[in-house]
């Protein structure tokens, strides 16, 4: 399925081109980044350095994700990687919010990533009852 967007950027353009290149770097460095904390030391220096190049690169990938679905024509495909991406990042954030966090209270920052999560996953569901995309509605969910 295919939404005709406002305004579009050609996949040529430098703009795009770029973001992608940085989407793909991000997103391969924190693949391997990932793999440190799960499998070495939990709680040493290592496991808090590489799981803070994780952590950072995740944003990264989530911000070019989002950036690629405003400024390329949306398509059913791109719609359902940028909320992987979104929750993804979401999910990744929050675990090092939490392990930084001294208190059981939330702070505002955690509540508003919360509500924005939740809002992306209601809407993955929603669309995927809409388009009868199982994928859809089971990543949302």
């Given at each position: 399925?295919?939404?005709?967007?406002?305004?579009?950027?050609?996949?040529?353009?430098?703009?795009?081109?770029?973001?992608?290149?940085?989407?793909?770097?991000?997103?391969?460095?924190?693949?391997?980044?990932?793999?440190?904390?799960?499998?070495?030391?939990?709680?040493?220096?290592?496991?808090?350095?590489?799981?803070?190049?994780?952590?950072?690169?995740?944003?990264?990938?989530?911000?070019?994700?989002?950036l690629l679905c405003v400024f390329q024509p949306l398509t059913q495909g791109r719609l359902f990687l940028t909320g992987v991406a979104v929750l993804s990042f979401y999910l990744s954030f929050t675990g090092w919010r939490a392990a930084r966090r001294h208190s059981s209270v939330l702070q505002v920052a955690d509540l508003a990533l919360g509500a924005g999560s939740s809002v992306v996953g209601l809407s993955m569901i929603v669309v995927g009852v809409w388009l009868q995309a199982v994928l859809f509605a089971f990543f949302g969910g």
């Open positions: 399925m295919y939404f005709a967007p406002f305004f579009a950027l050609p996949t040529t353009s430098l703009f795009i081109r770029s973001a992608l290149g940085v989407h793909i770097a991000a997103g391969t460095i924190a693949l391997l980044a990932g793999l440190v904390p799960m499998l070495g030391r939990k709680g040493g220096a290592l496991h808090v350095r590489v799981g803070r190049v994780y952590t950072y690169c995740m944003v990264a990938v989530a911000a070019t994700a989002v």
